[in-house]
């Protein structure tokens, strides 16, 4: 017969076990969903320290106002209220590289840095400023943003960064991720000539990685996070909906226009005649 081995959750006719441990006696009320979650993805028990910073990232990006992921979601259930599951779903396929998928990108980012870093890893804040600038201009100059730097809204400081990294320190978690990316925050104007946010994703992509978190799961957690603040977008829409006043404001305001036929980019050099 063949065998499917698993760490995670298996059942028998009297018990269930999860991780090793009973859930009913061992995990339910015993375990917060933070510390769970962190558990399922690494297969190990947080330490307190890790526990509160992760939360402290599930925190910073449940819910960010009206984003394309909340409108998402609002909108088809108006479409579908029947497919609670497909407002969710809806939201959730919208978190990528633009929303919520900075978070990895960020964190892939600082750790291909740092990975590729000759020699120890720098000691000082010196040290970190001399490395974040020679990334900085190594970006600049082959034309690629630098993830994490910038926001649409929190264009003078997203409060969400200063305070993930105090409570990083806090816990004695700030590690060489969120020290590359601080310094990125203080080295960048010299290259770029203008001073931007380090913003919210970023650090927590940082945060997340220098917890020693799966890269490849990052975007993961992000959406675990955003999970809960659609459920929150749902139940408000429930109340106070808001979601046909968006519709309409678009049905109502549009107007016809003659059509704009697309026209490939030419290609290079001459072409031989069909």
């Known amino acids: ?19 090793g441990h009973d859930l009913a006696r061992d995990v339910m009320g015993s375990v917060g969903f933070g510390e769970l979650a962190f558990w399922l993805a690494t297969q190990r028990r947080p330490a307190p320290g890790e526990t509160r910073v992760f939360e402290a990232v599930l925190a910073a990006l449940a819910d960010h106002g009206f984003t394309p992921t909340a409108i998402v979601t ?87 960064t200063p305070r993930l990294l105090e409570i990083a320190t806090e816990e004695g978690l700030f590690g060489p991720h969120l020290s590359l990316f601080a310094a990125i925050g203080r080295v960048h104007p010299q290259v770029l000539g203008r001073t931007l946010p380090l913003n919210g994703a970023g ?22 996070a955003r999970t809960a603040g659609l459920i929150g977008q749902l139940a408000e829409e429930l109340r106070h909906p808001v979601a046909n006043d968006v ?11 003659d059509p704009d036929p697309y026209v490939p980019d030419p290609l290079p050099g001459p072409h031989p005649a069909h």
């Not at 927590?204 to 959406?223: E, I, K, Q, V």
Request: hydrophobic share 45%.
């Open 247 to 257: 519709f309409l404001s678009v049905d109502l305001a549009n107007r016809s226009v």
């Open 74 to 160: 609002r909108l088809t259930y108006l479409s579908a209220p029947d497919s609670v599951q497909g407002a969710l779903a809806a939201g959730l396929l919208g978190g990528g590289s633009r929303f919520l998928g900075v978070t990895e990108d960020c964190g892939r980012f600082l750790h291909d840095v740092l990975t590729g870093v000759e020699g120890d890893l720098p000691t000082d804040d010196a040290g970190w400023d001399a490395l974040a600038l020679e990334t900085v201009t190594a970006q600049r100059a082959a034309r690629r943003f630098v993830p994490g730097l910038g926001h649409h809204v929190h264009k003078d400081g997203d409060p969400r």
């Open 1 to 19: 017969m063949t065998e499917y081995p698993t760490a995670l959750g298996a059942s028998s006719r009297d018990a269930i076990t999860l991780l």
């Open 203 to 224: 650090v927590c992509g940082a945060a997340l990685a220098d917890l020693g978190l799966p890269l490849d799961l990052l975007r993961g957690f992000a959406l675990l």
